[in-house]
Each structure stands twice: as structure tokens, then as C-alpha cells.
């Protein structure tokens, strides 16, 4: 029998299984605050189990993480931090690796978390989407991440190479958090919940190519931060650099959705909009983008192109960003310039991908 491993159970799903096992629900919570208030996820130190059920625990269950591999260090103070994932039952060779990125700011220290290895979507102007899809990671390998993350944080406290906690999180790695729903969620309770790590569901968002009908459900089941990447001011431009996502769910679909998620919510929905030169970030598209959105309660983050091996595309020149952003100004659409950090080790918005050595 496969044993389970703890980090996959979201707290209604750690009472359940704790149950099956003919213990109460508050033994439930104790296991929950071993993992996560206390970083403990060996059995055999969660002193207040009995004997019993921790030889019992120890029988079925493990609380493996993915291991940590190189940490690459940007001049910004960016952090990369290569993962590799414990092999899954079935053999596919080599052991996945993924990435998950610690980007320190005045105010907040947020870590970007991958939730696929290699992504199923084409967009075009990704490095992500050149490794193809590898596979979905398990709630385990999301919540990790964090772990890690936390783990390496109160390292660099200690040694006083760093001054910082985590703050907050953002589903911005590798992959689309959409297409792999279940995780997600699970992930997320784990997250967010009372019984669980307890962060507010504000210091956290899910960003999304446009899977449109999953929107509302993420909307309607947590209040975190919802970002959707449009990319594109028109349907034809977004199918030719986002095929894949376009193909299956059109932009009207899409915002629709968006306008859908507004009423959900007090927060705007926040659009993502990559500025390729000479593709995406002409005056006319600012315009044409201004009329597509004006009518839902929005802001907007511009993110200049963050170049990668192999792309052709180029970043615009910054007076062509700060065009484009006066022309959403102008318009009353609260418009950001989002400069991506950690472009010097390939940390940025649509760097992280990893090559098959
Ligand atoms: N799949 C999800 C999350 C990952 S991408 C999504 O598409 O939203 C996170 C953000 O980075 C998206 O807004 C995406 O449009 C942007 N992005 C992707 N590649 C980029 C690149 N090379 N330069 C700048 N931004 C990029």
C-alpha cells in the first residue's frame, strides 16, 4: 500500500484520514500544527501522539519534500531555488526538477511557487513552455516549496545574512495553477486555513493564463488575489502568442469571466499584460486594450519582456512602457509597471525553465 504523505492532506482531508485510522479529529490538528507551526514532519517527534498512533503514523504516512538543489543568488537579492522532486511511482527516468524564486522587496518578501513541472500551454513569449509538460506537482511539492522557502529564510536570519520572513506568495512559477485544480485547492486550504499555516488569503495570488472556467470556482471557494494574463488587446493577437489557452477558451469567454470574479469580490481583478517591442506595445493597442477593459473593475500590471535563450522577442525601450502605461492612466485604468527582479539569473516573470541535462 502506498503510504501518504502527510503534506498532500488539506485539514478537512487530515481529519478524514486521521479518522479512518479510529482517532478523533483534534489528533487531526495536532499532526497540522507539527507540520506547520513547528516544521516537524517526522512522527516520531510529535510528543503529544501517543505511542501508538505514532508507530501507526510512522506505518503509513511520510512527510517527504522536495529536495533542495542549487540556490542562485541574483545582485538584486533575488533567490532561485532549484528543486528536485522525489521520483513518482511511476519511473520516468530522471527526477524532475523545478524552480521556485524569493524575491525580496522593501515592504514584503514574496516567493513565486511553480505549480506544474513544465507547462501544457504554447504561449510564445515564455521560457516555461519550451520544456513542454512534464507533469502536474502534487499538493506536497506546491506546499514544499513554501517549507523550503521558510526553511532557507530563518537560515539566512540566523546567520544574519538576511533579515526577512516570508510575507507573501504568488502562483507565478512554472506552470498554470488552473490546469492543475486540485492541487491548487488543496494547497490553498493549507495555506490559508485556520488549521494551517493561517496566511491571508490577500498576501497571496493565483495567476492564470485564462482558463476561463475554472475562474469562478478559484473566486467563489478563496478570497486570494486573482490575476489573469491577457497579454493581448484582441482576440487574433492573443491566439497568435497565446495558441493553446486562446484555442479553448475565447477572450470574451474570458472576460466575462473576469467581470464575473469582479462582482465576487470587493478587490479588482488584476490584468497582466506582457509588453513585447513591436508586438503587443504599440500606442493603438494601448488604445484598443482601454475599450476591451474599461468596463470592469480592473488595474493592470505591465510587464516588460523578460528575454530568454532561443526568443526572438525583444523588451520595448522604457519611454514606449511609460506610453502605454499613460494611455490606461489617462483612461482611469490603475496601470503598474511591474520591472521584474532576478533577470541576471534567469529568476524573472517567464525565465524559469530547466534544461534537460
Ligand atoms: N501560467 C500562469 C502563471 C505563470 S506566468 C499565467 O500565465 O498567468 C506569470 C506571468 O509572467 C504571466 O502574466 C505571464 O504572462 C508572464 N510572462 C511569461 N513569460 C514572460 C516573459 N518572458 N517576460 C515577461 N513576462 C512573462
Not at 540566523?158 to 488552473?178: A, D, H, K, Q, Y
Not at 517591442?277 to 475599450?291: F, H, I, N, S, Y
Amino acid at each position: 500500500m502506498d503510504k501518504t504523505n502527510l503534506y498532500d492532506l488539506d485539514p478537512a482531508r487530515m481529519t478524514e484520514w486521521v479518522a479512518s485510522l479510529g482517532e478523533p479529529a483534534y489528533r487531526a490538528k495536532q499532526i497540522i500544527e507539527w507540520l506547520y507551526e513547528k516544521d516537524i514532519g517526522d512522527a516520531d517527534r510529535m510528543s503529544n501522539l501517543p505511542a501508538e498512533f505514532r508507530r501507526s503514523l510512522k506505518d503509513r504516512s511520510t512527510a517527504v519534500l522536495p529536495e533542495v538543489g542549487e540556490i542562485v543568488r541574483g545582485a538584486d537579492g533575488t533567490e532561485k531555488i532549484l528543486l528536485r522532486l522525489a521520483p513518482t511511482a511511476k519511473p520516468s527516468g530522471k527526477a524532475l526538477k523545478i524552480e521556485c524564486v524569493l524575491m525580496p522587496a522593501e515592504d514584503r518578501t514574496t516567493l513565486c511557487v511553480s505549480s506544474q513541472a513544465g507547462c501544457a500551454l504554447d504561449c510564445v513569449f515564455c521560457a516555461t513552455a519550451t520544456m513542454g509538460f512534464k507533469r502536474n506537482l502534487t499538493c506536497a511539492e506546491i506546499i514544499g516549496q513554501v517549507i523550503v522557502a521558510k526553511r532557507h529564510l530563518a537560515k539566512s536570519l540566523e546567520e544574519e545574512t538576511g533579515t526577512r520572513r516570508l510575507s507573501n506568495i504568488v502562483f507565478m512559477g512554472m506552470g498554470e495553477p488552473l490546469l492543475n485544480f486540485d492541487s491548487l485547492c488543496r494547497s490553498l486550504r493549507i495555506l490559508t486555513g485556520k488549521d494551517g499555516m493561517g496566511m491571508s488569503p490577500s498576501r497571496i495570488t493565483v495567476s492564470t493564463a485564462g482558463v476561463a472556467d475554472r475562474l469562478l470556482e478559484l473566486a467563489e471557494g478563496f478570497a486570494v488575489n486573482i490575476a489573469i494574463s491577457l497579454n493581448a488587446p484582441s482576440p487574433d493577437l492573443r491566439a497568435r502568442i497565446m495558441p493553446r489557452v486562446s484555442a479553448r477558451h475565447d477572450l470574451d469567454a474570458l472576460l466575462e469571466a473576469a467581470r464575473q470574479v469582479g462582482k465576487t469580490r470587493r478587490k479588482p481583478v488584476t490584468f497582466e499584460y506582457v509588453l513585447l517591442a513591436g508586438v503587443t506595445d504599440r500606442p493603438e493597442q494601448a488604445r484598443e486594450l482601454v475599450k476591451l477593459i474599461s468596463r470592469i473593475r480592473c488595474k493592470v500590471n505591465l510587464i516588460p519582456f523578460n528575454p530568454f535563450p532561443g526568443s526572438d522577442y525583444r523588451r520595448p525601450e522604457p519611454q514606449e512602457v511609460l506610453a502605454f502605461q499613460k494611455i490606461l492612466w489617462d483612461a482611469d485604468i490603475p496601470t503598474y509597471i511591474r520591472w521584474s527582479q532576478g533577470l541576471d539569473v534567469r529568476a524573472a516573470c517567464g525565465q524559469l525553465a530547466i534544461s534537460s541535462r
